[in-house]
């Protein structure tokens, strides 16, 4: 996003001795971008009540702005993933935050449906960056998506009692974040056109990293499927209690809007949480443990 961001671009031109120290810094930058644009993209479940109200929908329609807003991000990351991994593109989290700003202009003054799933594509779309760290880094870097994410619901309090169009105020910090993420593009240009000792933290990983036989294809097919549905299973319940929540609690036990709202960023900050202190635990004890009490939990 830029949610999970092009980090391939700023690995490939991080100098083997003193880049570490730089790139920590962008990498905390790009955090802060990442809350930005989370928060934004929050905004559209955050307001469901809203939109629910506004155009006449029904559960079902409300269920396809959240299909239409992760279907675009989840095919779209890898496959920009993967061609930002052989070839970086510095301006690409400018960019993804650039059609994130344009889906927000478009919720805000969206005068039907259509424009509604139509601006839930284009917020999926600036999700588009795709890349990856190790352990701590990727949590200090996710942390910020879901901080971001968080703090929707409470900036939602703001949307509903200003009107559906009061979202163009957001648009200040997508600007911002425009700001920011093309600096960190015109450093990470600069610096890869005037460092040619530069090596990647992964190929310098890699070559301190001791001589392993290869896993038989079958074990890494399996290993990939378990993995993928026990994510699958974990995102299924966490998008359907981001687009329902407040439904459900406004119908069960009678709450406001508001106070809805704030019971949904109680649990999105869970989520912040959690990333924060699996990073490093999963660098400890091991990753996969993390993944199976995240999931049983």
Known sequence: ?????????????????????????????????????????????AIYPLLK????????????IALTLQLTASILQPLVGLYTDRRPQPYSLALGMGITLAGLLALALAPSYATVLAAAALMGIGS??????????QSLFQVGGNAGS?????????????????????????????VLLANIGTWTRRHKSHSPKSITVDAAYLAAAPARAPLPTGKIVLSLAILVALMFSKFFY????????????????????????????????????????????????????????????
């Open 238 to 297: 966490l998008a359907s209690l981001m687009s329902y929540y407040t439904f459900y609690l406004m119908g069960k036990f009678h709450m406001s809007l508001q106070n809805a709202q704030l019971h949904l960023f109680i649990f999105l900050g869970a989520v912040a949480a959690g990333t924060i202190i699996g990073g490093p635990v999963g660098d400890r004890i091991g990753r996969k443990y993390v993944i199976w009490v995240s999931i049983l939990g």
């Open 128 to 137: 588009m960056a795709s890349g990856g760290q190790h352990g701590m880094a």
């Open 53 to 64: 109200n506004a155009f006449h929908l029904d559960f079902g329609q409300v269920g396809l």
């Open 150 to 178: 968080a703090l929707g619901p409470l900036f939602a309090a703001f949307v509903l009692t200003k009107g559906q169009s009061s979202l163009a105020w957001f648009s200040l910090l997508a600007f911002f974040g425009i």
């Open 1 to 45: 996003m830029a949610s999970d961001t092009n980090l391939t671009a700023i690995r490939a031109t991080a100098p083997a001795d003193t880049g570490e120290k730089t790139v920590f810094k962008i990498l905390l930058t790009i955090s802060f971008c990442h809350l930005l644009n989370d928060t934004l993209q929050s905004l559209i479940p």
